[in-house]
């Protein structure tokens, strides 16, 4: 995974813009792992770890948390893996978890994280201007979020849940819990 930040087509629109050593990766699985505040997926695309998807920062009283998705290896992108992620993992989280808002973000000109989080209900809710650094000039820090309500009555309650029509089935990728 710490490769994926090594490529700066990759990082181009994440907040993390340096890779983290080996070290500090390991660090960050370990303590994600430990932590009953965060929910954290393994993307496997092809027989290949692709990505990571997660769920952090959990607010158990105010039912909220903070989501996040990144597709590291470049030749898993353009296939609508993060799209049909984002859409699994809110199920998940309005379905088999008491939230009901989930937070997220993306850095201004990412169109692709944009057009995934729409596609699971995601709305723009403000901008944190000139936020980030890119190339020259400042971009800024779009802020999203999805409400279980307005996921429910855009038709998220009614999907097939993903043990019926999931991604095996449909011989998609599949998020494993780490």
Same mark, same amino acid.
């Given at each position: ?74 030749? /898993?992108? #353009? ?9 699994? *993992?809110?199920?998940? +989280?309005? =379905? ?60 998220? /309650?009614? #999907? ?9 089935? *449909?011989?998609?990728? +599949?998020? =494993?819990?780490?």
């Amino acid at each position: 995974m710490a490769s994926w930040f090594e490529d700066l087509e990759v990082t181009e629109r994440l907040l993390r813009r340096f890779p983290p050593t080996l070290a500090q990766e390991q660090e960050w699985l370990e303590k994600s792992g430990k932590d009953a505040n965060t929910i954290i997926w393994a993307v496997e695309f092809d027989g290949r770890l692709v990505g990571v998807t997660g769920i952090h920062d959990i607010d158990w009283a105010q039912q909220h948390a903070v989501t996040g998705t990144l597709i590291g290896d470049k030749s /898993a992108w #353009r296939k609508g893996l993060a799209g049909e992620l984002m859409q699994l *993992r809110t199920e998940f +989280a309005f =379905r088999q978890l008491t939230l009901r808002k989930l937070n997220s973000g993306y850095v201004e000109g990412n169109e692709a994280s944009w057009r995934a989080q729409r596609k699971s209900g995601y709305r723009e809710v403000g901008r944190r201007r000139q936020e980030q650094f890119r190339d020259g000039r400042w971009l800024d820090l779009v802020m999203t979020e999805v409400l279980r309500e307005d996921w429910a009555a855009a038709g998220g /309650a009614q #999907r097939p849940k993903a043990t019926e029509a999931g991604p095996a089935a *449909r011989g998609r990728p +599949a998020a =494993r819990r780490r």
